[in-house]
């Protein structure tokens, strides 16, 4: 769903892949731009689809061109896995070719599945309610349903899977990174920088950092890097700031993911207090940084974070404990606050894509050669529902006039609701310009 400068880490991840794989193979790389067109760099294939949004989430435009274009280039690339980052509107239309075709289909799940509109719908008002309907839950499980793999990023996600009832195969690859760009030397001095990067959100709980730095001198300062999922709470954050009158609280807005290794040189610490996660990008690049991390307990705090590089405090820890933290870290002499940056890049050297990748492709492998079980998942209730991918393939495939006669039909009633609200998510940005950002990591 995501440009290559959108979508948190989500869509960091989806376009360093293709990237990385493009090295040695053959990839045809799916994704939104501003116009549909087709671009061939070596071995990778990028095709673009025209959408609308803002650079954290693009609804394609799925018209019947842009559709076609899409199987056709699918039919001519020939591809022997398909492998989809989100299950947003293109991962699911290229799913229901991938079924038709036979072609195994694998998914990473960049947020816990039993979740996926707890990681920002919660603040879109009316939208989030509509996320969280039984019609949209159907369509999570019915996609889920026609996964024949999924990847899961550690543990965690895949006992989420497990308790959602998932009965295909779960391989376990965390994220990959390119980790040698983030170690940079840090200046021994008085300066004392606490950094946080990612969006402005409830979940990612910058209220709770405020809070912290009542405690810390003024010497010590925060960065607040990231842009606002909603208004309303940066409008909170800002007049806690000014409450507190905390003048060593800068708020920097979003900045280029190029810049970060630049701002992780300059931390003397990392904070998070973030709520839920799966595996956050930035915390694997400040330990990459060798940049220490004070954290809440979370998904990603409690998989990498201890002692030997900062760390992880229990989720109800008041704001004084942490800060309490955070002063130990900066008070450490030279030598042993090196060896507090070594140990933390120790920490994530296995995640380097020339790692993460072979893993991928025993991943791919094993399903291309069908190693993996087949199994009939058990999500959905509704007949209808479980032809859904069917449906939608045949459907496009049809002359318009057949497809015309099609849409009074009482069966495609589930088929023509995704097909409609995907174009009046499109006409409601024509009007009013704004989407919210989704799938944040």
């Known amino acids: 769903m995501f440009e290559a400068d959108g979508g948190g880490g989500i869509g960091r991840v989806a376009h360093e892949m293709a990237e990385a ?96 509109v707890d990681f920002g719908a919660g603040e879109l008002g009316q939208l989030g309610k509509i996320l969280r309907s039984r019609l949209v839950s159907d369509y999570f499980s019915n996609f889920f349903n026609h996964c024949q793999g999924v990847i899961a990023l550690n543990k965690t996600a895949k006992e989420d899977f497990l308790r959602l009832g998932y009965q295909g195969e779960i391989f376990l690859v965390p994220n990959g990174r390119h980790i040698k760009t983030y170690w940079r030397p840090k200046s021994f001095t008085k300066e004392k920088t606490l950094v946080f990067i990612g969006y402005l959100t409830e979940r990612k709980n910058q209220k709770y950092l405020i809070e912290m730095m009542r405690y810390l001198e003024e010497d010590v300062s925060l960065l607040l890097i990231g842009s606002p999922i909603n ?53 694997l690049e400040a330990l990459a940084s060798g940049t220490p991390v004070v954290g809440l307990s979370n998904e990603t705090i409690d998989e990498f974070i201890d002692e030997t590089c900062g760390y992880c405090l229990p989720k109800k820890t008041a704001p004084s404990e942490f800060a309490r933290k955070v002063k130990a870290i900066c008070s450490l002499p030279k030598k042993e606050y090196e060896k507090l940056r070594k140990s933390a890049s120790k920490k994530v050297q296995f995640l380097d894509w020339q790692e993460i990748v072979p893993q991928t492709i025993a991943v791919y492998r094993r399903l291309a050669e069908g190693k993996t079980e087949e199994k009939q998942k058990v999500f959905l209730k509704s007949q209808s529902a479980k032809n859904f991918q069917e449906k939608m393939f045949s459907f496009f495939s049809k002359p318009r006039g057949e497809r015309r006669a099609e849409i009074v039909a009482k069966e495609n009633f589930y088929l023509l609701g995704i097909i409609a609200g995907s174009f009046l998510v499109n006409s409601f940005y024509f009007r009013f310009s704004k989407i919210p950002r989704l799938w944040q990591e």
């Open 21 to 116: 794989f493009a090295a040695d193979h053959e990839v045809l790389f799916i994704y939104p731009g501003k116009v549909t067109r087709q671009k061939k760099e070596g071995k990778l294939r990028r095709l673009m689809i025209e959408s609308k949004g803002e650079s954290d989430v693009m609804i394609p435009f799925l018209n019947r061109r842009n559709i076609h274009l899409i199987f056709n280039c699918l039919e001519k690339f020939s591809p022997e896995v398909i492998h989809a980052h989100d299950p947003g509107p293109l991962s699911f239309l290229i799913q229901t070719w991938a079924t038709r075709k036979k072609v195994p289909f694998v998914y990473t799940s960049h947020v816990l599945p039993t979740k996926i």
């Open 231 to 283: 208004e309303k709470y940066f409008l909170e954050l800002k007049k806690k700031v000014e409450k507190y009158k905390l003048k060593n609280v800068f708020f920097l807005g979003e900045i280029p993911h190029r810049q970060i290794p630049s701002f992780l040189a300059k931390a003397k610490v990392f904070v998070s207090a973030s709520r839920m996660e799966v595996q956050s990008l930035v915390i």
